[in-house]
């Protein structure tokens, strides 16, 4: 079992910046974030396979960044140059997959997810 904590959510201004957290009660090795905005369905936003490699969504690509602190458990998600269309709900998921099939994975793949925290951008 795995528990997963997000936190760092929060209100910022277009063009803003903000650094969610994702604290895992041990290591696991697949992990990824995703997001949902209302009324749409849950995205992607990036993934992390076990050996480093990193993927980012189309709409995120060069603004976030995933990294992962190993010695404390900790996801984080940078977020810069923050527009409304990324006002959503993050999640952060895992599951225990140690091949690089991890970077398949879909929002159904994933075993363990944490509770969300909302981010919202204003214009």
């Known amino acids: 079992q795995v528990q997963l904590v997000e936190s760092g959510g929060g209100s910022v201004q277009t063009g803003g910046s903000l650094r969610l957290s994702c604290e895992a009660s041990?290591?696991?090795?697949?992990v990824s974030w995703f997001r949902e905005a209302l009324g749409k369905e849950r995205e992607q936003v990036a993934i992390r396979s076990p050996y480093g490699q990193i993927n980012y969504g189309d709409s995120v690509k060069g603004r976030f960044t995933f990294s992962v602190d190993s010695a404390k458990n900790i996801l984080y998600l940078q977020m810069n140059n923050l527009n409304p269309e990324d006002t959503a709900m993050y999640y952060c998921?895992?599951?225990?997959?140690?091949?690089?099939?991890?970077?398949?994975?879909?929002?159904?793949?994933?075993?363990?997810w944490g509770q969300g925290t909302q981010v919202t951008v204003s214009s």
């Open positions: 041990r290591f696991i090795p697949c």
């Open positions: 998921a895992a599951a225990d997959d140690y091949s690089n099939f991890c970077l398949t994975r879909g929002q159904f793949e994933f075993t363990y």
